[in-house]
């Protein structure tokens, strides 16, 4: 099928080859991405994890009935469970949301956690973060500095019982989201989160 729609292309590009067959090879490209898309609908649901992810990925990628937006909490569940790969990321339902535990280096690993809220300019957002430590003033200059290197997320300083913790954050539009960005995001959340506890403490608690 790819040489005939390869053929249909470089005809369709052809402005030579005639009105005809440029029309005709516009009708065969239309039904092969109708019966591809169709197929691709078909497996969104699939168990295997691996095939799922990778159909999920093909659709967002090209535009078509992506999974954002993430508008309601079994559309997000669906949306993070799809981040499941064995050995790498375990999803886990938790009382405000979702939390992955993702495998970083060395034995190593990092909690992200996944909730649906809104900011206080009234936008329903994803809110994406990790743990890393306790903040210690002489770390914020370090802390600030480092986040000109990190693109899906930042440092962040929050309260928490009147002491002041790291915390790594991203937040995304329930609106816009797709899986791939998630999937980077949490990522990089889980990796920079892992350093940056390991940098100010030495542990592996979060």
């Given at each position: 099928m790819s040489e005939t729609i390869d053929q249909s292309i470089k005809t369709l590009k052809n402005p030579d080859a005639g009105w005809v067959n440029r029309r005709d090879a516009v009708d065969h490209l239309s039904r092969s991405i109708h019966d591809a898309l169709s197929t691709l609908h078909q497996f969104k649901d699939d168990p295997d994890n691996d095939v799922q992810r990778a159909v999920l990925s093909a659709l967002n990628e090209i535009g078509i009935d992506a999974p954002a937006p993430v508008d309601d909490v079994t559309s997000l569940r669906k949306l993070v469970h799809a981040l499941e790969s064995k050995n790498s990321r375990e999803v886990t339902d938790t009382k405000d949301g979702f939390q992955v535990l993702v495998q970083t280096r060395e034995g190593r690993s990092q909690k992200v956690d996944i909730i649906k809220t809104v900011s206080n300019t009234k936008q329903d957002i994803i809110h994406i973060s990790t743990?890393?430590?306790?903040?210690?003033?002489?770390?914020?200059?370090?802390?600030?500095?480092?986040?000109?290197?990190?693109?899906?997320?930042?440092?962040a300083i929050e309260e928490r019982d009147g002491e002041p913790w790291f915390v790594l954050v991203n937040n995304h539009l329930t609106e816009s989201i797709s899986f791939e960005e998630l999937k980077l995001t949490v990522k990089e959340v889980a990796?920079?989160?892992?350093?940056?506890?390991?940098?100010?403490?030495?542990?592996?608690?979060?």
């Open positions: 743990t890393c430590g306790p903040a210690q003033e002489s770390t914020h200059d370090w802390a600030l500095r480092n986040n000109l290197n990190m693109s899906h997320c930042a440092l990796f920079y989160g892992d350093w940056v506890e390991k940098k100010i403490t030495g542990e592996d608690n979060h």
